[in-house]
């Protein structure tokens, strides 16, 4: 059953109101016809299973025949803080992210990013990059959409990532700083990932191709950050917060 998202004004006591883009893509893309179903999703966690009424010249009327609420969603907000990556691997990201139950996506700026945006690249980019995570979030199930925000410079980054309850940075050279002699790396980063509880906001700080800078590493870990190890192989900036993102998916899932 195909998946559409209204805001709160187009939904009634017995009738949903669908606009923009939506219209076209059910008229002449899907072609789908009265008394078809579908299921519409408000953004706020209730999920309308609907049947199409009627069509209107900018709009398609569905009939409201079942309400409920959608427990698709993590218990966690968990934000992912994304350095800019080369060529079109940021959408990847933005996708897997959305499905994998990331709550945001913010860009970032840091010093060894290739990618520089110009204002009107980035709001082109932006518009395509949350055009991609609605997809996700229709395809797989959510509840919500999850925002990509506009790219911000890493400093303002560790001022938003300060919000969340626990903070992790994913560092290649964590094996060297967290290996005491009594645990492993790896054993200290499990303890870590272990001891987020459920309904905690969670952010995750990933690099860009070339890393994080030291005095970037330094300053996350001043603000709070927890360095974590990812193992002994050192992952691509597009694989490193899916995989963060997948080990918190699987623990916190109920």
């Not at 199409?52 to 900018?58: A, L, S, V, Y």
């Not at 996350?220 to 694989?239: C, D, H, K, N, P």
Request: aromatic share 6%; glycine share 8%.
């Amino acid at each position: 059953m195909y998946h559409f998202f209204v805001e709160p004004s187009q939904v009634h006591a017995d009738e949903i109101e669908i606009l923009g883009g939506d219209v076209n893509h059910i008229r002449n893309v899907l072609r789908m016809k009265e008394g078809e179903e579908i299921l519409i999703h408000d953004g706020y966690g209730s999920e309308y299973r609907s049947r199409i009424d009627r069509f209107g010249e900018d709009a398609v009327y569905a009939a409201v025949m079942e309400k409920r609420r959608v427990a698709s969603e993590l218990p966690s907000k968990i934000t992912l803080f994304q350095c800019l990556p080369k060529g079109d691997k940021m959408e990847l990201i933005i996708q897997k992210a959305v499905e994998l139950g990331a709550s945001a996506v913010v860009p970032v700026a840091s010093r060894r990013c290739v990618v520089k945006l110009d204002a009107r690249k980035e709001i082109s980019k932006l518009r395509r990059w949350q055009a991609i995570a609605e997809s996700a979030a229709k395809q797989s199930g959510r509840a919500v959409i999850p925002e990509v925000a506009p790219v911000v410079p890493f400093s303002e980054a560790l001022l938003r990532a300060q919000g969340a309850e626990v903070l992790l940075l994913p560092y290649e050279c964590a094996g060297e700083l967290l290996e005491d002699g009594c645990k492993s790396a790896m054993q200290r980063s499990r303890e870590t990932l272990a001891g987020i509880v459920r309904g905690q906001s969670v952010g995750i700080l990933i690099g860009p191709e070339g890393g994080f800078e030291k005095s970037e590493a330094e300053a996350a870990v001043q603000a709070g950050a927890q360095m974590i190890s990812l193992g002994r192989r050192i992952l691509r900036t597009e694989t490193a917060g899916l995989c963060v993102l997948s080990v918190l998916m699987f623990q916190m899932e109920e």
